[in-house]
């Protein structure tokens, strides 16, 4: 080990518990001595980290499949970095790993919770968007949880941003005859159109959303996958065919508020014999190393291109996390460390 290591590393902490939509208030910046890395641990600076909507739900007191954050500690979250110590023999200096200790400049951590990647195979960053659970999302989604048949008609809500950019280019890869996809602003619906080849975009901003569907998809929609909740669920269910499949990945209409946002007409889904799932992207990390495979060969191959969104330095965390609950990203949401 080095004697130049740092001794000390700046954090994100929660300051205080948002009630509605969080601002700059709710986070502190604060510099923090680092312990040394003690036997089996290695020393890691984050080059990247992720900001994703679910954290605004760790951001409240409440029982959930995931612990809140606590005011007056770090945040956490997917990270990648660079292995500056180590006194682990299965991960040594210099190599790339990601993680979950986000929201910090270094971190000092056991090396089983370390994951080395290829950077041959693909850029650090991409390990935290396609190649990482926002792609594994994705592909779950509508391959198991709401699986595409050929030829089917696709809907995907927040469809320019990490998970819905990448499912949209998947739905056709597997085999949908058309994709539909809404997003907020005429910029990003043309987004979907021109880079991330959606068949018909909706601007959900723009009222009519059953109008709007209707118009994009005239017979109708096979699968929906649902990452917004509330008024596109409720259109996107009757918009189904008979036996539609919807995959419940998210529901960020409603994370800023109390109760989550109002729900479809259930008994409209039961008549159509339609399938609503729920999904965890937890539940799918045993088949991460074969999914990484395939899309890093869609990536290559062009068939799946991104976009990042990306602020710089840790400071600009929260920043970048607010932006992402309102939409200041095309693609996947990233803060560039160090
Ligand atoms: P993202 O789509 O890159 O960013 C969130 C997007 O949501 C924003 O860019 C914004 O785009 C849109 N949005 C914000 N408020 C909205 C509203 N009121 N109505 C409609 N759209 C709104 O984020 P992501 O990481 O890919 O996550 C997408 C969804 O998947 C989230 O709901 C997330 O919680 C969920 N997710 C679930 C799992 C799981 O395991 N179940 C895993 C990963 C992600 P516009 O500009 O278009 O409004």
Redesign the pocket.
């Known amino acids: 080990m080095s004697n130049t290591l740092p001794t000390t590393s700046r954090e994100i902490q929660l300051a205080a518990r948002p009630t509605g939509a969080p601002t700059a208030e709710h986070f502190a910046l604060v510099e923090r001595e680092l312990p040394a890395p003690a036997e089996g641990q290695i020393l890691v600076r984050n080059t990247w980290m992720s900001v ?3 954290m605004r739900g760790r951001m409240d007191d409440r029982p959930s499949y995931i612990p809140p954050f606590q005011v007056g500690a770090a945040l956490e979250g997917s990270a990648v970095g660079e292995v500056v110590a180590s006194r682990a023999a299965a991960i040594p200096v210099g190599a790339t790993v990601s993680h979950f200790a986000g929201w910090r400049e270094y971190a000092v951590l056991d090396a089983a919770t370390a994951t080395p990647i290829d950077t041959e195979l693909a850029a650090p960053q991409h390990y935290l968007g396609a190649l990482g ?2 792609g594994l ?1 994705a592909y779950a989604a509508l391959t198991d949880v709401a699986p595409v048949r050929p030829g089917d008609t696709v809907f995907i ?2 469809a ?5 950019s990448v499912a949209g280019q998947l739905a056709r890869t597997l085999g949908a005859g058309r994709v539909v996809g809404s ?3 005429s910029a ?1 619906t043309a987004l979907l159109l021109e880079e991330f080849g959606f068949d018909a975009a909706i601007d ?1 901003r723009a009222g009519d959303l059953a109008g709007q569907l209707a118009t994009a998809a005239p017979d109708g929609i096979d699968v929906y996958l649902d ?2 909740g509330g008024e ?1 669920l409720r259109v996107a269910v009757q918009a189904l065919r008979q036996h539609g499949r919807v995959a419940l ?5 409603g994370y800023n508020g109390a109760t989550g946002a109002a729900g479809p007409d259930l008994f409209l889904a039961a008549t159509k014999e339609a399938t609503l799932c729920g ?4 539940s799918y990390f045993p088949i991460f190393g074969e999914y990484i495979g395939k899309a890093a060969g869609w990536l290559a191959d062009g068939s799946l291109r991104t976009r990042e969104t990306v602020y710089t330095g840790l400071d600009q965390a929260p920043a970048a996390f607010l932006g ?4 200041a ?1 095309t693609g ?2 990233l803060v560039r460390l160090g």
């Open positions: 994703d909507p679910y659970t926002t999302t809500s927040a320019a941003g990490a998970v819905g997003a907020g602003g990003k959900y990452s917004v596109q990945v998210g529901a960020i209409s999904m965890l992207v937890n992402v609950l309102s939409g990203n996947k949401m």
